[in-house]
């Protein structure tokens, strides 16, 4: 995928959660407005309120810039690396892209393949591969969601 502005920020909390909260995964960081990130994390057992508290502690000092949402992935888990994908493997997901294709932006499918540079989904309209660097965000889907907007 492409680098966002804020890969920095999100590799310097990627790097802190991993000596404070080692079993945390950053799923998402999402700048949602000019001083306001969003961030997604998972864990193995699932994630509750302490712990997006801990987070939030973890990293304080980002509050003097930024206002933090910490949150779980809930059932439309942000996909967001290849080893997501990967682990979703024969899953419905949602991929969106950033310029249409076929006069879509959104396709929903399984998710039959996943590649080193891409991602291949059983969608509606067919099976299409798309490049990480053409995915704008992309989740799991609970079971029976959607067709292609």
Do not use: W
């Not at 994630?47 to 801990?54: F, G, Q, S, Y």
């Not at 540079?117 to 990480?132: F, K, M, P, R």
Request: proline share 5%; charged share 30%; glycine share 10%.
């Amino acid at each position: 995928m492409t680098h966002s502005p804020n890969d920095t920020i999100q590799a310097d909390i990627e790097e802190r959660l991993a000596s404070a909260e080692p079993d945390v995964e950053l799923l998402a960081c999402e700048q949602v407005a000019a001083e306001r990130l969003r961030l997604v994390i998972d864990r193995p057992g699932g994630v509750d309120i302490a712990l997006c508290e801990r987070v939030t502690a973890h990293l304080r000092d980002l509050l003097t810039d930024f206002g933090l949402e910490v949150s779980s992935p809930g059932p439309r888990r942000p996909l967001t690396k290849p080893e997501h994908f990967r682990r979703y493997l024969g899953h419905r997901v949602r991929v969106r892209i950033r310029e249409p294709r076929d006069g879509h932006k959104s396709f929903t499918g399984e998710l039959v393949g996943v590649g080193d540079e891409d991602v291949t989904l059983a969608a509606d309209s067919g099976v299409v591969t798309i490049q990480y660097s053409d995915i704008n965000r992309s989740n799991l889907l609970e079971d029976g969601g959607g067709g292609d907007e």
